[in-house]
């Protein structure tokens, strides 16, 4: 019977930023599950106030007893929260292009400030501006002009209400770090970076040598938005 795997799509994105990984994971092995996280795509419209506790609750109410779990920077830190509160159910772990969050407080609250702000002008203007804003970020400078017009297409399926309750519920800001936290996580872990995301690379290591039973890193040719610009490299991590 094919593994079920459970894709959780990064911030602002929907399950179709896994649509390069689906039509590639072998249908004999693997029964891929794409879910769109509370506040994305068809999950617009999810009770606010837009929760941590409250994805695990939408991912396991979603997946089957025991499933493979991989999750793209913010699905990546939703991952990380769906496998401790259920470890029994996790039969593996892949992280991609994520973090286990901030650890200084000066510049966790700095990062919430700045997430609310955007969250505020989200709400008084367009989806497009946003749009256009955010992939400006120096992370994305280098993205090949293909899967920037992917990941455009992919933001513009959301709504900037829920966009902006995403923000202030489960941006990078709002997570307490995980950090200590990730030695009690023993299935086994792949975690998967861009060779050109040097900041991910260093977030990366650090969360295998919190590992060490368990996890091994990889480096790929790519940037941060690895589902989009390196489906292949994803894929190969569940072989």
Known sequence: MPETVV???GFAGTHRAWDGVVERLDPERYRPLALDLPGHGERADAERPISFA????????????CFALCGYSLGGRVALHVALAAPERVSRLVLVSATAGIEDDDERSKRSAADHHLADELEGGSLEDFVARWCAQPMFADDPAAVEALAREDYLRNRPDAIAAVLRGIGTGEMAPLWGRLGELTMPVRIIVGHRDTKFQVLGRRMVDLMPQAAVMKTVPGGHRLPLESPDAVVNTFA
């Open 7 to 9: 894709l959780l799509h």
């Open 54 to 65: 409250g994805c695990v609750e939408h991912v396991l109410a979603r997946a089957p007893a």
